[in-house]
């Protein structure tokens, strides 16, 4: 059942988010007043590909992972949405319908906004608009560099950038040692496989590698990662 009102930690996240902090307080208010909160359990579908946009979203707690499944049975995993990030904009500005599946990735928290509500805040704060376009110059600059890696990197060098993107999204300071950083988000080698496009087994021998060479540790909670600096030599020796 959905909890009406966010807890202080999921505020907290939505209140964070680099976009969201750089619109003005009138904006971020009257975008806060219409908004409800949908939870989710691990896996559950939040929206299908194919279906109409009806909401603008934010992940507030967990992460959304967006993918899609192709003719073959493949199942490729686009992105992990963190909390503090919107989404969903899209898809209301070119009247097209959801292009990928959402799945909650652990309990989630996601903050809506009906279509109608949004278009209101729209008319309303012009100042909007330029947000927005801010925020999908953002996404195409990911997205072309994502592209280039992919056609320029070795998976070895991928891998250390997404392990540094991820442990800055979702790290939280190891107890025993401050200096190491534990990634919060609970990822399968198989799921990260499918984020950087690769199989499962290379994968899995690039993280050993990295452990043995003392970057990274593997536990079965998932990856601690040692050597920040270690891991940007590794992503960037390729360049």
């Known amino acids: ?11 907290e996240a939505i209140n964070n988010g680099r976009w969201f902090q750089s619109l003005s307080p009138s904006l971020r208010h009257d975008i806060l007043r219409c908004a409800y909160v949908k939870r989710f359990k691990d896996g559950d579908l939040i929206v299908a590909r194919g279906e109409p946009p009806t909401e603008w979203t934010a992940v507030a707690k967990g992460a959304v992972r967006v993918s899609s499944t192709s003719l073959s049975g493949k199942l490729i995993t686009l992105t992990y ?29 996601l903050l809506c906004v009906a279509r109608n509500d949004f278009q209101k805040i729209l008319s309303t ?29 070795p998976l070895r ?11 800055r999204s979702y790290g939280v300071p190891c107890l025993s040692d401050g200096n190491e950083m534990r990634i919060g ?12 496009g690769a199989s499962r087994q290379r994968v899995n021998q690039e993280l050993k590698s990295m452990e ?4 990274i540790r593997i536990e079965q909670g998932g990856l601690v990662v040692r050597n920040r600096d270690m891991l940007m030599r590794i992503a ?4």
């Open 1 to 11: 059942m959905d909890e009406p009102i966010l807890t202080m930690e999921e505020r």
């Open 125 to 153: 704060h012009v100042e909007l608009y330029e947000a927005l376009m801010r925020l999908q110059a953002r996404r195409i600059r990911t997205l072309f560099g994502l592209v280039e890696d992919l056609n320029t990197l």
């Open 81 to 109: 949405v963190e909390p503090g990030v919107w989404f969903g904009d899209v898809a209301f500005f070119d009247g097209d319908r959801r292009t990928h599946d959402a799945y909650a990735h652990g309990a989630t928290t």
């Open 185 to 196: 988000l609970q990822l399968a080698q198989e799921e990260l496989a499918q984020l950087l």
């Open 236 to 239: 960037e020796a390729e360049h």
């Open 157 to 167: 060098a991928r891998l250390a950038k997404q392990l540094l993107h991820l442990v």
């Open 212 to 215: 043995r060479e003392e970057a």
